[in-house]
């Protein structure tokens, strides 16, 4: 049983009044904003487990993490982005980050799988399904398809990894409409048309995700090279020049 937030106890008043619930979990606490799991807080020695998460499907994290980059993937749960209690400006990024969290719509939080009798019977299903599907004279890694193939057999943006339905919808604004479209483009014009539609998408975890999409990687699993080259073409797209503002002129009497 977690014990009662100590140091962060503070952090529970961010959250709305009689509006979330508490639950303990992985030794902390974990509040939830009707179905929605929206943060998790623990307090340990262990410099893993001592801070906050906010639990972000991986679609949506390249925008959480370029907004907010103190943020990163948990070593354990890399689906929760967690923040550390000895980070620079803790308690003010937490109070910014919970208000993004708070907004309609919010993209920032996770509604958990159905555990149960029903949960058991799919997954039994599923298992069932697989043990017929699989050749087991071999091991399982050798029967996964390369990224070539599921390249190849993709259609529409989301079908690729690392991209939803929000990434989706941008595309199209600057006329990408399919999987192949984008293929066929590459990741480096892609970049560049999104940061010319809208300059919000100027940080290399967007980067990040448009090269992991083109090779079937989990964006925080590209290689330290690709990470490096993404950064340098990023550096690389000169930003639009600001527009001064004119005086008026002054009225001689």
Known sequence: MAKEPGELKWIEELLPEEGYRRKSMFGGFAYYIEDKIVLLIFESDDKRWNGVMFPVEREFQPQALGKF??????????????LPIHTEGFDE????????????HSFWGSIPKPKGKKAKSTKKKADDEVSVKLDTRRPR???????EDILKKAKKISDLKNLGAVTEKQFAKIGITTAQQFIKLGWKKTMKKLI??????????????????????????ISDEEKAEAKAFIKSIPKPEKKQKRSRPVNKR
């Open 69 to 82: 980059p103190e943020l990163s993937p948990h070593s354990i749960l890399p689906k929760w982005l967690y």
């Open 93 to 104: 990024l937490v109070s910014d980050i919970i208000r993004e969290v708070l907004r309609p």
């Open 141 to 147: 890694m050798f029967s996964d398809e390369p990224a």
């Open 196 to 221: 010319e539609y809208d300059p919000k998408h100027r940080h290399s975890l967007y980067a990040y995700a448009l090269i992991g999409a083109l090779t079937n990687t989990e964006f925080t699993r």
